[in-house]
């Protein structure tokens, strides 16, 4: 017998691409630390519209999604397709959810009243369930907040990622650019319906398995995951000098700015989401994409964002709900002791990602790689 060989080689992908990923995701543990003060009102959030940040990863993942496989169907199935995504999201799906698990019972306290009144049998359940991303009812949550995944809140987003991309292989990778651009028209139109007319003015939500969340999880992920598609497809991208600095910085902006409106007149921020999500992000990518790094400082710090960006997101949460608890039991505000105890997070949160990624995440993805995406010649 011969030895394997590859039957679809990665492509040389998008550099900047994946370092903007990873400033998304550091941009997440600090909006969620910053939430915590807030007492979940959206309009005194601070650094405001830290929850576009999952918008700009359904475009970043289309885009990305569409220039690995767009022109490759036929060199390989349907199914095929779905194991090299299984392969890639799935080992930290597993691991997301054993931390939660692990790390559960530290949470215990008034925000989270039904954490003592879970039994251990009841949790390792629902880490099980958590590690096939399989959503679990209201009447299964063990936390208190209503989350479709009690354990590991953020993978909520990765259950539409995963919607998002059979839809893509069943039907919207058959798409012309035109079908494909009417079809993206028609979701950017639900959403500025849905932010300019409803009660929010917001992107918040998607995490709850009831029919208004899972609306708004439907909303959040239509536009941008296949308008990331088109943009790929369409291959007009934005050439500028230091384009990993600029479409950071543009990105920073974006997400800081603060509530736009009151709440007589929400439609107002939802115009500004409307903007950000259909105009700012793909100008975003649009530079990141069309970019290159100037030197090798710039490729290091680039690269090394990049790699922690999915263990990092998809692991902070777990600490996130203990520093909530730890913030509300001790009816902490804002202060030199709160904000020392996030900047221990965020930390602590990095390194937990950085060691999943090298001692688990790598490893299990090349033997994952080996044993079901290569053939023997």
């Known amino acids: ?36 003060f807030t007492g979940g009102n959206r309009f005194i959030q601070i650094l405001n519209h830290g929850y576009l940040a999952v918008d700009f990863f359904f475009l970043l993942s289309g885009f990305v999604v569409a220039y690995a496989y767009d022109d490759r169907w036929g060199q390989f199935t349907q199914w095929d397709f779905y194991k090299r995504r299984l392969v890639r999201l799935q080992p930290m799906v597993v691991m997301g959810s054993i931390i939660g698990a692990a790390l559960f019972y530290f949470g215990a306290g008034a925000v989270f009243p039904a954490i003592s009144e879970t039994s251990v049998l009841k949790m390792l359940l ?18 208190g907040w209503s989350e479709m995944h009690p354990l590991n809140g953020p993978a909520w987003s990765l259950f539409f990622e995963y919607i998002a991309n059979i839809l893509y292989a069943v039907f919207v990778r058959k798409f ?12 950017g139109c639900m959403m500025i319906a849905y932010l300019v007319t409803g009660t929010q003015g917001d992107l918040i939500g998607g995490w709850s398995l009831t029919k208004e ?13 296949f308008a990331g598609v088109l943009l790929s497809r369409v291959g007009k991208l934005i050439k500028v000098k230091n384009a990993f600095f600029w479409s950071s910085l543009l990105l920073i902006l974006v997400l800081s700015i603060p509530r736009i409106g009151d709440e007589q007149h929400v439609w107002m921020n939802g115009i500004y989401d409307a903007v950000v999500v259909i105009i700012m992000f793909p100008i975003i990518v649009s530079i990141g ?89």
């Open 1 to 36: 017998m011969s030895e394997p060989t590859n039957y679809l080689e990665s492509k040389n992908h998008y550099q900047i691409l994946d370092g903007l990923r990873g400033v998304a995701s550091v941009f997440v543990i600090v909006f969620h630390v910053f939430e915590i």
């Open 213 to 225: 969340q899972l609306f708004v999880g439907f909303t959040r992920l239509l536009f941008p995951f």
């Open 176 to 187: 012309s650019k035109l079908l494909l651009s009417i079809f993206v028209a028609l979701a």
């Open 126 to 143: 629902i880490m099980l369930i958590g590690a096939t991303l399989i959503p679990v009812p209201l009447s299964m949550d063990i936390r």
């Open 289 to 377: 994409a069309g970019g290159s790094l100037q030197n090798n400082r710039s490729s290091k710090i680039n690269k090394f964002l990049g790699d922690i960006s999915y263990p990092l997101y998809i692991t902070h949460y777990p600490l996130i709900y203990i520093y909530t608890a730890w913030v509300v039991n001790n009816k902490m505000a804002i202060g030199v002791k709160s904000l020392a105890g996030g900047a221990v997070l965020v930390i602590t949160s990095i390194t937990l990602a950085y060691a999943c990624l090298k001692l688990y995440d790598e490893p299990v993805r090349e033997w994952l790689k080996n044993k079901f995406l290569v053939r023997k010649s």
